[in-house]
């Protein structure tokens, strides 16, 4: 008989978190308690927050079902191993969808992983290589890992930076908050040295070490991270703006676009809607962006985006016309 009521709990917990209906006899025997003592187990688990559903019949059942909240989950070791791979692999780059929570996430997860699962993701990860990957700068995981951990801390974060014109220097910065623009991760802290807010490219970013010594956060002026980065990116002319009218209505552009484009204003009657947004990086990649959401739309501005736009139609118009030469292919297999 399983003594340790802990241990037999979190036992108890990672077998409900199959997702089945557990007899209350194949639990008894998997733990190797009486069907008594499963009972109350499923009460203790219970009174932790976890939603455990109980069954009429002549054995009796118990299932895992969805609650008002979210408790901690129990992983085994493959399972573990699987989450931080993958989070590890999509943090590399500020892919959409993959915001700070994501991060935190990861974070958290690597902090509590023990050494050899540790040594098991790290080897898994360089030793594989994607096909693909998101078209921004590459960035280290363990990076925006210890990022998130200063910022979910309050802890002061100290780290090397190079500037846009190569420029080297040294920043000790209280960290707000960490934001995905699609393309590109940044910081927003509060430089100590320059007595100011700052913002700062995650790619650009070297050495990052928390310094454990914790800070009250102080009240960012614009009352939003994001906010902050749009008007930051626009006194530095790193940004520009765009206009572009889909002739589609606005609920379903909505989820064809990135959160950092903002929300698509109605116009003619809602049959068509306006983006409006503040947007960095080349145009050629905002032209493709647009592209890819399968909807007809008409760039207003600004002046680049337009000839962008209208040269990549014409260059792809070209790419399926008469006479085009045969492409060599690599062969497969």
């Given at each position: 008989?399983?003594t340790?009521?802990?241990?037999?709990l979190l036992?108890?917990?990672?077998?409900?978190q199959?997702?089945?209906?557990?007899?209350?006899?194949?639990?008894?025997d998997r733990?190797?308690?009486?069907?008594?003592?499963v009972?109350r187990d499923?009460d203790r688990?219970?009174?932790?927050?976890?939603?455990?559903?109980a069954?009429?019949g002549a054995d009796?059942?118990?299932r895992l079902?969805?609650?008002k909240?979210?408790?901690?989950?129990?992983l085994d070791?493959e399972?573990?191993v699987?989450?931080?791979v993958?989070l590890?692999?999509?943090a590399g780059?500020?892919?959409?969808?993959?915001d700070?929570?994501?991060v935190r996430?990861l974070?958290?997860?690597?902090?509590v992983?023990p050494?050899?699962?540790r040594?098991r993701?790290?080897?898994l990860q360089?030793?594989?290589?994607?096909l693909?990957?998101?078209?921004?700068?590459?960035?280290?995981?363990e990076t925006l890992?210890?990022?998130a951990s200063?910022?979910a801390?309050?802890?002061?974060?100290?780290?090397?930076?190079r500037?846009?014109d190569?420029?080297?220097?040294?920043?000790?910065?209280e960290?707000y908050?960490?934001?995905s623009t699609?393309r590109?991760w940044?910081?927003v802290?509060?430089?100590?040295?320059r007595?100011d807010?700052?913002?700062?490219?995650?790619?650009?970013?070297?050495?990052?070490?928390?310094t454990?010594?914790?800070?009250?956060?102080r009240?960012?002026?614009?009352?939003?991270?994001?906010?902050y980065?749009?008007?930051?990116?626009r006194?530095?002319?790193?940004?520009?703006?765009?206009?572009?009218?889909?002739?589609?209505?606005?609920?379903?552009?909505a989820?064809?676009?990135?959160?950092?484009m903002g929300t698509p204003?109605a116009?003619d009657?809602?049959?068509?809607?306006v983006?409006?947004?503040?947007?960095?990086g080349?145009?050629?990649w905002?032209?493709?962006?647009?592209a890819?959401t399968?909807l007809?739309?008409?760039?207003?501005e600004p002046?680049?985006?337009?000839?962008c736009?209208?040269d990549l139609g014409a260059r792809?118009?070209?790419?399926?016309g008469p006479g085009r030469p045969?492409?060599d292919?690599p062969?497969?297999?």
């Amino acid at each position: 008989m399983t003594t340790d009521t802990p241990a037999r709990l979190l036992t108890l917990l990672s077998l409900l978190q199959t997702p089945r209906e557990w007899p209350g006899g194949e639990l008894a025997d998997r733990l190797g308690v009486s069907r008594r003592t499963v009972r109350r187990d499923i009460d203790r688990l219970r009174e932790l927050g976890y939603p455990v559903q109980a069954t009429m019949g002549a054995d009796g059942g118990y299932r895992l079902v969805a609650g008002k909240a979210m408790p901690p989950l129990v992983l085994d070791d493959e399972e573990a191993v699987a989450i931080a791979v993958g989070l590890r692999a999509g943090a590399g780059h500020a892919v959409e969808g993959l915001d700070e929570a994501s991060v935190r996430a990861l974070a958290k997860l690597e902090q509590v992983l023990p050494s050899r699962l540790r040594h098991r993701v790290a080897t898994l990860q360089s030793a594989t290589t994607p096909l693909t990957s998101g078209d921004g700068p590459s960035i280290a995981p363990e990076t925006l890992t210890v990022m998130a951990s200063t910022v979910a801390g309050h802890e002061r974060l100290r780290f090397a930076y190079r500037a846009a014109d190569g420029s080297e220097s040294r920043r000790v910065t209280e960290p707000y908050r960490l934001v995905s623009t699609g393309r590109r991760w940044y910081l927003v802290a509060y430089d100590l040295d320059r007595d100011d807010w700052r913002t700062f490219r995650v790619d650009r970013v070297s050495e990052p070490f928390a310094t454990g010594a914790r800070f009250a956060p102080r009240e960012l002026p614009t009352g939003d991270a994001a906010e902050y980065l749009r008007h930051s990116m626009r006194r530095r002319n790193d940004s520009y703006e765009i206009a572009v009218v889909f002739h589609a209505p606005a609920e379903a552009v909505a989820p064809l676009l990135p959160h950092w484009m903002g929300t698509p204003e109605a116009v003619d009657g809602c049959t068509s809607c306006v983006v409006r947004a503040t947007v960095s990086g080349s145009v050629e990649w905002i032209a493709v962006r647009l592209a890819t959401t399968g909807l007809e739309f008409r760039v207003r501005e600004p002046a680049e985006l337009v000839d962008c736009v209208r040269d990549l139609g014409a260059r792809l118009a070209r790419a399926t016309g008469p006479g085009r030469p045969a492409l060599d292919r690599p062969a497969l297999g």
